[in-house]
């Protein structure tokens, strides 16, 4: 179910990505920026970072972004710099399904994350 964007999308993004085992938090290129273990970056906050949108950009399995972006641009856009590696540009600044954004937020940790801790996830 769609909902207006809460008061700090960043806020709900942060509680998203930190409730993941071994997930860690730390500015990157001056935006929050979550990782696995520190090391492997699954999710990043774009607040107006490269245009006028507050969104985030993360991590996707082959065919997500070009399928969710050709479904719904409105909400979805090939990001800078790592569009062309698949990831996944997600708005915020606009309606936002929470529940969808939690399972992009998981699908983009399972991308990056090893088997061990994907294992703790699913299980």
């Known amino acids: 179910m769609e909902s207006d964007p809460p008061a700090d999308p960043l806020t709900e993004l942060r509680r998203l990505c930190l409730a993941?085992?071994?997930?860690?938090?730390?500015?990157?290129?001056?935006?929050?920026?979550?990782?696995?273990?520190d090391r492997k970056v699954?999710?990043?906050?774009?607040?107006?970072?490269?245009?006028?949108?507050?969104?985030?950009?993360?991590?996707?399995?082959?065919?997500?972004?070009?399928?969710l972006v050709a479904a719904d641009?409105?909400?979805?856009?090939?990001?800078?710099?790592v569009g062309g590696r698949g990831w996944l540009g997600v708005y915020l600044d606009v309606p936002v399904d929470w529940t969808e954004i939690a399972e992009i937020v998981a699908d983009a940790y399972r991308a990056i994350a090893p088997k061990k801790l994907i294992a703790r996830l699913d299980g």
């Open 20 to 37: 993941l085992p071994e997930s860690t938090e730390r500015i990157s290129h001056g935006e929050p920026t979550w990782f696995v273990r």
């Open 42 to 67: 699954f999710v990043t906050y774009a607040d107006r970072h490269h245009d006028d949108r507050l969104a985030f950009w993360c991590a996707a399995g082959p065919g997500v972004q070009e399928a």
């Open 73 to 81: 641009p409105a909400r979805f856009f090939r990001p800078s710099y």
